[in-house]
């Protein structure tokens, strides 16, 4: 029988103060840690739906008129503003209100 090199693995021997550990279950939307977000400029905005197909998240909704976003589930990934053909979407720093 082989001889171990190293003695198992004791988790007794770590401290219980390196850190804290999560006690509740804290719910985040993609909306709570973007950093830009997207404005439609809705003159320019001809609902093309260029920015609805391509939003990895779905977070464009359709108006009346114009396409626009919901701010809880956007991630404030910038794709529909690179991608829409017209410029109606631009993205601004996110900012605390």
Do not use: H
């Not at 029988?1 to 219980?16: E, G, S």
């Not at 320019?44 to 998240?57: D, G, H, N, Q």
């Amino acid at each position: 029988m082989l001889k171990q090199a190293r003695p198992r693995f004791d988790p007794a021997n770590i401290p219980d103060d390196l850190c804290a550990i999560g006690t509740e279950l804290i719910t985040m939307l993609p909306g709570d840690w973007r950093s830009e977000r997207p404005i439609v400029d809705r003159d320019k905005c001809v609902k093309c739906a260029t920015c609805w197909l391509l939003c990895p998240v779905q977070c464009v909704v359709e108006m009346p008129a114009w396409f626009d976003i919901s701010y809880d589930s956007c991630k404030g990934c910038g794709i529909c503003a690179t991608e829409c053909p017209q410029g109606a979407i631009a993205m601004i720093i996110e900012t605390e209100d």
